[in-house]
């Protein structure tokens, strides 16, 4: 019995021990089969850089309208929201005390006229000094100029847009007392307008006066609104390292109001340069290396990155047009080593 039950355990391992050798032979097998790696070929590609800038409508011209000097409101001549023409009337001030005074000053002056031309009659006989006949001539041109003065007065009694453009809201109404802090209205040209936007410095040499540029606002998702850069600021701000910059719209339909928030996209051509995916960079200390694939064979190289964009590498030097690199599977695969392509990654 003893004899029987050591044969069976004998004969136990012995089938034991064929199991573990057929499985080490088949991982053995899988192992010497090249490994399968995604590769993507080396190529020249053009880069444009694009941003979108973030820009803020103005009128083309705009103020506000307010008096000169203080008075009533004794008329207002314009309807809130209309077109009114440059030199249009669109407020009348009271202007009594205003009249009376330009008046009086007009009075004083005919006095000392009368006088003056009486005196300087008389110069040729020397009935008078020469000093005293300057002095009348003063005092007319004293009495002139407040003549002059008075007038001025009266003309700001009419308030007049000093452009055309089209009116706001009215603050104030008939019968108002009004000061030269007091806003009446407010007066804007909108036919066309500024858009006002800042750009990264990069972008310097894209932005010129003159270049054309197109708009989106997120009121009209479907319509483009062509311009072109009116001027560039000669500084940039020190923080934030941009420029700011200025383009004209066309805003004949009075779609675009002052206030309004817009963007406009730039592009900026980089040329042809040489690219590859960005996974296919393997880092080793302050190194990047590639593997290189040719004729199956891996061969582990560094190369020098110019610039990074999403999802790519530009390459400086290492890597040549038409080489190809593994992309994928760069985590099982060596100097030396013999690979299967299964497809390629594309750029």
Known sequence: MKRFIALLVAGTLLGASGCEDEAAQSQRGALGAPPKVVTAEVRYEQLVDAIEALGTVKANESVEIGPRIASLVERIAFEEGELVEQGELLVELERSEILAGLALAEANLSESRSI???????????????SNLEQLLAQVQIDEAQVEAARARLANTRIRAPFTGRVGLRRVS???LVNTSTVITTLDDISRV??????????LTVVQEGMAIVAHSIVYPNRDFSGFV???????DPVSRAIQVRAIIDN??????PGMFMTVDLQRDRGMSLVIPEQAIVPEGSAQYVFVVKDATVEKREVKIA?????FV???????EGERVVSEGTGKVGEGM??????????
């Open 307 to 311: 610039r990074r964009i999403p999802g």
């Open 230 to 236: 009116d001027s560039v600021d000669t500084r940039l």
């Open 338 to 347: 013999t690979v299967q392509e299964i497809s390629d990654a594309p750029i």
């Open 194 to 203: 500024k858009l006002d936007f800042s750009v990264p410095e990069t972008f």
């Open 116 to 130: 003056y031309n009486r005196n300087k009659s008389l110069a040729s006989t020397q009935a008078i000094s020469v």
């Open 174 to 176: 008939p019968g108002s």
């Open 252 to 257: 004949s339909d009075n779609a675009l109001k």
């Open 314 to 320: 530009v390459i400086g030097d290492g890597l040549a």
